[in-house]
């Protein structure tokens, strides 16, 4: 069981992140965001794969006026990301945005910051610190010469006493670099600092096949500290994926589960049946379904009996025929050509709680 840090509670339209909320999944829009219908759009194909915060980059006022009539088409809490002109974020605030992505210092004088956190006072709007190993600022790079972990937390730690002078609390903090023991030492340098959430993610990690394998190292290593109450994995990708992405990562660690959770082995000269192409079209065909359940297909008979009696339905193959096990009982014998059909039969009553 993974212990989970202790937050501070900070409410993000209708979600609580940290205190032992759910981790939530986070996506952003690539899209134009003064392009409303499209940005809309994009949005919803999120919200269908189970993106429950999303971010939108805000570039100029056109922008920011069009967040008004995105926030009434969606449903998930809607993130405003802004750097340098304030007067965005004010109008940002002003037109319903759920959260802003500032970092204080690069948004003017202390006059413009308080005026920012002041809106966000009332509407209850909380802030996101996001730290980026790539845009620190000159005086930090100097001393540390190049973007360390430490020099992240020392940029952090200097944006949030900004806000908590002006008596602000309602922070999130990231700490993203595309370097993974980088990003992963900043985080766990700073939860020993601050009880704020933490965003997580691995910023520019690259496209699917990297992106994917750098975020679940990094992010999943995070997590299994107890750090992190809510994650974006960063794809060179359709968003959609990312949230793909990170529900595995939840998922692979049993922290949440979204779904079916499929268990296959990676095959070997004691398969005796073409076991690679119906995992994938299984996982293919089933991949809507939101059961929570374990489904093993497997190809061995030295480990798939064992695997597929662990799951809530599973399959161990021989050569012209399986086992179908459920809950860890042996049912019956099928055909190897029968496994497709009866793994979707199976699952699709246990969807309309019927007795197979």
């Not at 107890?226 to 794809?235: C, E, M, N, Q």
């Not at 095959?267 to 049946?273: A, I, N, S, V």
Request: hydrophobic letters at 40%.
């Amino acid at each position: 069981m993974i212990k989970r840090r202790e937050t501070l509670p900070v409410r993000v339209g209708e979600l609580i992140v940290g205190n032992q909320n759910p981790i939530w999944v986070q996506s952003m829009t690539n899209t134009q965001t003064e392009d409303v219908v499209s940005t809309i759009a994009q949005i919803k194909k999120l919200e269908e794969a189970g993106c429950e915060i999303v971010r939108l980059a805000v570039l100029n006022i056109e922008a920011a006026r069009g967040l008004a009539q995105i926030k009434k088409a969606i449903k998930i809490p809607l993130v405003a990301d802004i750097h340098y002109d304030y007067r965005i974020a004010l109008k940002c605030v002003e037109n319903g945005v759920d959260k802003l992505r500032i970092n204080p210092g690069n948004i003017g004088s202390i006059e413009r910051i308080k005026a920012v956190v002041d809106a966000c006072k009332d509407k209850s709007v909380p802030i996101r610190i996001g730290v980026n190993g790539g845009s620190l600022e000159k005086e930090i790079l100097e001393k540390y010469r190049r973007p360390t972990a430490e020099a992240m937390v020392e940029s952090a730690l200097k944006h949030i006493d900004i806000l908590e002078k002006l008596h602000f609390d309602q922070i999130i903090v990231s700490l993203k670099a595309s370097d993974v023991v980088q990003t992963v030492e900043a985080y766990r340098l700073l939860s020993s600092r601050v009880q704020y959430p933490l965003h997580l993610g691995i910023t520019e990690a690259g496209t699917m096949r990297h992106g994917i394998i750098k975020s679940s190292m990094g992010i999943g290593s995070m997590l299994l500290d107890g750090i992190g109450d809510t994650l974006r994995v960063s794809l060179t990708e359709d968003p959609v994926e990312e949230v793909k992405a990170a529900k595995g990562i939840l998922s692979g660690l049993a922290i949440r589960r979204f779904g079916i959770e499929f268990v296959s082995c990676p095959t070997c000269g004691r398969c005796q049946y073409d076991m690679i192409d119906i995992a994938k079209a299984v996982e293919l065909k089933l991949g809507d379904c939101k059961l929570p359940i374990t489904v093993a297909i497997m190809g061995c008979p030295v480990n798939g009996p064992g695997e597929a009696r662990e799951a809530d339905l599973g399959i161990a193959g021989g050569k012209d025929h399986a086992v179908l096990f459920k809950k860890g009982v042996a049912i019956r014998k099928i055909a190897t050509a029968d496994i497709m059909d009866t793994l979707e039969q199976e699952i699709r009553a246990l969807e309309e709680g019927r007795i197979t």
